[in-house]
């Protein structure tokens, strides 16, 4: 049982012969509070649960196996997840991460604007940013910005028009930011194997 933490650039694997996988994805913010550690110590890792919970973490793996239907999975997950909040102490500056990033998952797109909102500065906003989340706060607005227009390519292929809509300033600056994060043109990216554009897919595209 591993932990897959926030990535600055897309990761493709295959994994042939897994007969099962759950993949619980956390909000942004939580990592202090439910696995304790800060988030960016596990950017671009992963790492076994058991190394950062200890013998909870190898109990529960070996729960997880004993199940024999998914309910019962969900259930012991769910379990040992809520404990964890009681026992973990969440720093203040994953409640303001929280906060900038419902502001940077809705209309808002300048970081600078972000900050002056919640009455801190950029750089104090910045630091909270990387420990919470994992990466800064304009790397992950442009990750927002990129999974909103992999979403839009699931209803069109104008992607001048994606551009636009997403936020973008053009469909060459789509292009450089999809060359970027996930190494492919976004045409690319559609035609592979499995990807169905839409809110599951676009962790693909370089998501924290």
């Known amino acids: 049982m591993c932990v897959a933490g926030p990535r600055t ?3 493709f694997k ?3 012969g897994v007969a099962l996988a759950v993949i619980v994805q956390f909000k942004p ?5 439910l696995l304790g550690v800060a988030a960016n110590a596990l950017t671009d890792r992963i790492v076994p649960l058991e190394d950062l919970w200890g013998r909870p973490g190898s109990d529960l793996c070996l729960e997880l196996l004993e199940a024999r239907r998914l309910p019962e999975v969900m259930d012991r997950l769910s379990h040992a997840l809520a404990l964890r909040p009681h026992t973990t ?4 500056s994953a409640r303001l991460a929280r906060r900038a990033v419902r502001l940077l998952e809705g209309d808002e797109v300048r970081v600078e ?3 002056k909102q919640l009455g801190v500065t ?3 906003l910045r630091r909270a940013f990387v420990e919470n989340i994992g990466i800064g706060p304009k790397d ?3 990750t927002v910005r990129l999974q909103r227009a992999v979403r839009m390519a699931a209803t069109s292929k ?3 028009g994606i551009a636009a809509d997403a936020g973008y300033y053009d469909q060459a600056h789509l292009i450089a930011d999809f060359r970027e994060f996930v190494g492919l043109t976004p045409g690319a990216f559609l035609k592979r194997p499995g990807v169905r554009p839409g809110p599951g897919d676009a962790q693909a595209a370089g998501a924290p």
């Open 113 to 115: 604007s972000v900050a």
């Open 158 to 160: 104008d992607w001048g």
């Open 29 to 33: 913010g939580w990592s202090a509070p």
């Open 140 to 142: 992950f607005a442009r």
């Open 122 to 124: 950029s750089r104090h």
């Open 14 to 16: 295959n994994a042939p």
């Open 9 to 11: 650039r897309a990761l």
């Open 89 to 92: 102490f969440e720093p203040a």
